[in-house]
């Protein structure tokens, strides 16, 4: 078992590792594809993503020192020549700015970047996806990846006014889903819907206003289920244009969270699809 080379850092201000400073106030979303996975459980994620080969690759970890032992294993996943640096607890929560109790960070890059378009040309001919419009809560978006992979979706579509799910918070709620899930982020809910419509996906949108009950959504080769922003939902005239549903709850409360109302959703729907 070969495994990456320990690399000791003393110095917080060592210019290694400047891309792990600070990580609190600022994230590195945006700057040339890169990004920050935190914990043992996206740590993991991530090896599988780069030894996948699929656009998403590992470029450096860094580690509390009493946690080097116990991730033996899984840096054994990591090709060698990745750097592993290490620091003790004082130097660690210096360099991320805060008490960083997990004690593992890596930085990684996403090198592929499909538009909608290409991403549903590679979709297969039965299909499951999950379609966002303006989620701006990285809690969220991380929980809707998060039951995306649990209920079997095979991809995610966000419009341009989604929150970008490769930040730190989001891919950490995913539990890593996202550097695993393919999704494409781009354009107006409404251009989104077209393009689905036209690779033949049956679209359901998820409101407390649908029309029918979600048991009552017909299978199909290809489903799309579509959720809006939090507090508003979907806009009146995209669900005008679609087919909605609805999840039945007890009168008094407005609507269930966003990323629950879209687990219960996708469970259902992935069970009249048989495709749990």
């Given at each position: 078992m070969t495994l990456p080379s320990l690399v000791r850092i003393d110095d917080p201000s060592d210019a290694r590792i400047a891309a792990f400073v600070a990580i609190k106030e600022r994230d590195l979303t945006g700057r040339q594809g890169r990004f920050i996975a935190e914990g043992t459980v996206v740590l993991r994620m991530l090896a599988a993503a780069h030894r996948a080969g699929r656009g998403i690759v590992a470029e450096a970890i860094l580690l509390l020192e009493s946690r080097v032992a116990g991730l033996t294993g899984l840096l054994a996943g990591f090709p060698a020549d990745i750097p592993v640096y290490v620091a003790d607890a004082r130097v660690f929560d210096a360099i991320a700015g805060f008490n960083?109790?997990?004690?593992?960070?890596?930085?990684?890059?996403?090198?592929?970047?499909?538009?909608?378009?290409?991403?549903?040309?590679?979709?297969?001919?039965?299909?499951?996806?999950?379609?966002?419009?303006?989620?701006?809560?990285?809690?969220?978006?991380?929980?809707?990846?998060?039951?995306?992979?649990?209920?079997g979706v095979?991809?995610?579509?966000?419009?341009?006014?989604?929150?970008?799910?490769?930040?730190?918070?989001?891919?950490?709620?995913?539990?890593?889903?996202?550097?695993?899930?393919?999704?494409?982020?781009?354009?107006?809910?409404?251009?989104?819907?077209?393009?689905?419509?036209?690779?033949?996906?049956?679209?359901w949108g998820l409101s407390p206003r649908g029309t029918v009950d979600i048991n009552d959504i017909q299978p199909a080769p290809r489903t799309a289920l579509l959720v809006g922003t939090e507090g508003e939902g979907l806009p009146e005239a995209i669900l005008s244009a679609i087919q909605t549903a609805r999840i039945r709850q007890?009168?008094?409360l407005d609507s269930l969270n966003v990323a629950m109302a879209a687990g219960i959703a996708l469970h259902q729907v992935a069970l009249i699809n048989k495709r749990l």
């Open positions: 960083m109790h997990r004690g593992v960070l890596a930085l990684g890059r996403r090198e592929a970047t499909p538009d909608a378009d290409a991403l549903i040309a590679e979709l297969p001919a039965v299909s499951l996806v999950l379609a966002a419009c303006g989620i701006s809560n990285h809690d969220n978006m991380g929980s809707l990846f998060r039951n995306a992979a649990a209920f095979d991809a995610v579509f966000m419009d341009a006014t989604s929150c970008d799910p490769m930040y730190r918070k989001a891919i950490r709620v995913s539990v890593g889903s996202v550097l695993t899930m393919p999704f494409a982020r781009e354009g107006t809910a409404s251009s989104l819907i077209e393009r689905l419509q036209v690779a033949g996906f049956a679209i007890r009168p008094g």
